[in-house]
């Protein structure tokens, strides 16, 4: 008789632990549809019920269990749709509302919270011992259909950098200190785990090359265990928040909109979006506008290879920070005091 994998019993410890998101929201319902003749061709818009709206599945993700009380690790980018319902599965019979405890898009971490006890979970394990050939296996629930789908590959690449690309409007988040696998990761695989042959989670699946095969990257487990104590102890992230939504600036995008310099953070609203400078935050008590460029923080020079929220990332709530600002043509110093998000 052929000897077993050792990865089915991976399995058999992983997959209980291992859960389906399922996004919902409240949208207007459908009734039918109509044509609509314009120019020689026929078309299809939706009859829409006056004033009703009904519950409609809008995406789904993965995640994990990693306390017997309810705790949830996933991705960001899974949970990131607002004013959005999020339902755990374990089976048809096992459903529950989760919780968003709190959110941290610069590694692209959700920790979620489910009322439930005695629940399967799942051990973290250590990934600044991981090494280069080791065999792995990645967990989740590919498009958001195929429940405990295990693909198992080996560690490809440490530390990688990429930029991901999601959301809506389509934003590019840069991620950093990857783990890249050949293991399957398909959309609906992300915030599943990737695990060593000891059954412990060494990533969170993330992201793929799209029109590559097996090149997949997961969030390295070591980043979020921080973030994890913090959530678990005050029921949400503590961290300071400076209140600015930006562009870092390169050749390319300075020379589309004429600007004199290729680096640095230009504070602009997104598109039809919330105003640029958080009112009230740290950033408009420090005197921040609109279209202000802040070239330096504390002497380091803002780039894409070094952006503003790295290096924010590296100081506490009540930090007083120095910023170097590009405004109408001039260079100003603006003093900050970070205060904690609200």
């Known amino acids: ?47 829409i019920e006056n004033g009703k709206k009904e519950k409609t599945k809008i995406g789904g993700g993965s995640g994990f ?26 089976d048809p019979q096992h459903k529950y509302q989760a919780k968003i405890l709190d959110k941290d898009p610069l590694i692209d971490i959700a920790i ?14 250590d990934s600044d011992k991981i090494e280069l050939g080791e065999t792995v296996v990645a967990i989740g629930n590919p498009l958001g259909e195929f429940e405990d789908t295990l693909s198992a590959g080996i560690v490809s690449g440490l ?47 993330t992201a793929m090359v799209m029109g590559a095969q097996n090149i997949g990257f997961a969030i390295s487990i070591n980043y979020v265990k921080n973030i994890l104590e913090e959530v678990m102890k005050y029921g949400k992230l503590k ?25 640095g953070a230009l504070i602009v609203r ?27 923080m504390d002497g380091k020079k803002i780039t894409e290879e070094n952006p503003l929220a790295d290096l924010l990332a590296k100081h506490k709530i009540g930090d007083e920070i120095s910023f170097k600002v590009l405004r109408e043509g001039k260079e100003i110093t603006l003093k900050v005091e970070l205060e904690e998000k609200k």
């Open 159 to 205: 530390s990688r950098k990429i930029t991901a690309y999601g959301g809506i409007p389509f934003k590019a988040t840069s991620l950093r200190g990857l783990i890249q696998t050949d293991a399957a990761i398909n959309p609906g695989n992300s915030g599943g785990p990737l695990v060593n042959m000891e059954g412990k989670v060494i990533g969170i699946n």
């Open 112 to 125: 979620l919270k489910i009322d439930e006890k005695n629940l399967p979970y799942l051990e973290l394990g």
């Open 239 to 263: 961290r300071p928040f400076l209140g600015v939504r930006y562009v870092i600036l390169n050749l390319e995008i300075s020379k589309a909109n004429k600007l004199q310099i290729d680096y």
């Open 270 to 296: 997104e598109s039809f979006g919330e105003p640029a400078v958080v009112k009230g935050s740290s950033a408009d008590k420090a005197g921040l506008k609109e279209y202000d460029i802040i070239l330096e």
């Open 65 to 90: 269990i990693i306390t017997p009380n309810g705790y949830i690790l996933t991705c960001n980018h899974v949970v990131g749709a607002p004013e959005a319902n999020y339902t755990v599965i374990f």
């Open 1 to 47: 008789m052929p000897e077993k994998s050792p990865i089915v019993e991976v399995a058999k410890k992983v997959c209980p632990a291992v859960i389906t998101i399922i996004i919902s929201k409240d949208l207007p319902k459908v009734e039918g549809f109509y044509l609509f003749p314009f120019g020689g061709e026929n078309f299809i818009f939706p009859k």
